[in-house]
């Protein structure tokens, strides 16, 4: 497999292994987390009030964090955001094994490790491409999202395993959970020692007089460039519209296919098992295969296959036909999601990366609202009419993309030259 030779540079191997840990731990905690708030209240609105709550600070701070990681060392913000995450995580794993943990305390250090985290988002994605060269993009790309797929599949279940022994050997459940937030916060320490080892070129770094003056400048950037606004404008629909599957999925393990908790994870899994294989794909083929046809092929088939996975399941109850589309859906998903990737950097200079890269975040961090429309259609009409919905949305939005024909002679090329950067006259003091 050719695109693993990008693990052979110390600088870059070091870091996808210290932030595979890293995102093993994070997964642990969304799973403990979950867990740990049932089991105190038994609310399923504590769980999405949490959730929620976590996510204001990214959509608040990830665009002001890029510009500030396009001013400052970003590797000293990376390092300082994942050790204040393992402050955090750490303070909330001993509340929990001594049984003092109430639920506002879950809450608050879910809001402060969420505003660790909107820093370390943009700071991080515009760190790794100054550990690789330019043509291996899309192999670390690849391999950076394999990270989030297979963590996703494995960490919840070892967090799960923790909790259970914990209870079976003390006689306490809620020792377990907090032996997992421990583990959690093992993860966040070795990301932070690890960016703190890494040997970085000479960066360019913006030169703006005020960090606000950079956002401005930031956002024409954007404005001028069209193929930039398509890719994040794309990022915003897939998961606001796309991945409301995902956030629906229990309604169809139980209404539709009738296959309970258990079927239920086998979707996750099989859906995760598809995002491996579509990123290995990538990594693999990608660079004989037109960057084009992979994000605009990639999005296009993610959305069909997210209707056909809404009405077969509305018609036909087919469990072995679920499990292969949500499958189908994994790896569609993660082809365009390595494609995009790889073309932002690609088509970024230095000194904006950070704010691509923040840009790029916030529209994830958007992404999870999506959940409340589509459960607002599928009260109002049924689930599989809301996911097939966002499925449509999703072709659409790309098939208009396509339409714009400029965008596609500057993915052309985005193997040359970062795109021309525009000035903003006159300063913003």
Do not use: C
């Not at 695109?3 to 995102?23: A, D, E, K, Q």
């Not at 660079?287 to 088939?301: A, D, E, H, W, Y």
């Not at 691509?356 to 689930?383: D, E, F, Q």
Request: proline residues 3%; aromatic residues 10%; neutral net charge.
């Amino acid at each position: 497999m050719q695109f693993l030779s990008v693990l052979r540079g110390r600088n870059y191997r070091n870091y996808y292994f210290g932030h595979l840990i890293s995102v093993g731990g994070h997964q642990m905690i969304i799973a403990t987390q979950s867990w740990l708030i049932y089991h105190l209240t038994g609310s399923p609105l504590a769980l999405g009030l949490v959730s929620g709550a976590q996510a204001v600070p990214s959509i608040i701070l990830n665009f002001y964090a890029g510009a500030l990681a396009d001013r400052t060392n970003m590797r000293y913000i990376v390092v300082a955001a994942e050790a204040a995450a393992a402050l955090f995580t750490g303070i909330l794993g001993l509340l929990v094994i001594t049984g003092d943990v109430e639920v506002w305390h879950i809450a608050v250090i879910a809001v402060f490790t969420g505003i660790a985290l909107s820093f370390d988002e943009p700071a991080r994605r515009a760190l790794w491409p100054h550990l690789v060269e330019r043509n291996q993009y899309m192999y670390a790309v690849s391999l950076n999202s394999t990270i989030w797929s297979s963590t996703r599949i494995v960490a919840p279940g070892i967090a799960g395993f923790i909790i259970a022994a914990g209870e079976k050997v003390t006689g306490e459940v809620m020792v377990g959970a907090g032996v997992s937030y421990l583990f959690a916060f093992a993860g966040f320490l070795v990301m932070a020692l690890v960016v703190g080892t890494l040997q970085l070129p000479s960066v360019k770094r913006s030169t703006g007089a005020t960090v606000f003056h950079d956002i401005l400048e930031g956002l024409l950037f954007v404005k001028r460039h069209t193929v930039l606004l398509i890719l994040l404008v794309m990022t915003l629909v897939n998961g606001f519209f796309g991945l409301s599957y995902m956030w629906l999925m229990p309604v169809f393990a139980e209404d539709y296919l009738s296959v309970g908790v258990t079927g239920f994870g086998m979707l996750l899994s099989f859906s995760g098992m598809g995002g491996i294989l579509g990123t290995i794909g990538v990594a693999s083929f990608g660079q004989k295969v037109s960057r084009t046809l992979l994000l605009f092929g990639g999005g296009i088939m993610f959305g069909i296959f997210i209707v056909l996975f809404a009405i077969s399941s509305f018609l036909v109850h087919s469990y072995p036909l679920a499990l292969v589309l949500v499958f189908l859906i994994g790896v569609t998903f993660s082809v365009y999601q390595v494609a995009a990737q790889t073309l932002l950097n690609l088509l970024v200079p230095d000194e904006f990366r950070g704010r691509l890269m923040g840009l790029r975040a916030l529209t994830w961090s958007l992404a999870p609202m999506g959940s409340l429309l589509a459960g607002s259609v599928a009260t109002l009409i049924n689930t599989a009419f809301a996911v097939g919905l966002g499925g449509i949305a999703v072709v659409l939005y790309v098939l208009l993309s396509l339409a714009l024909t400029p965008i596609l002679k500057e993915i052309k090329g985005s193997m040359g030259d970062p795109l021309e950067v525009v000035e903003v006259p006159g300063r913003m003091d």
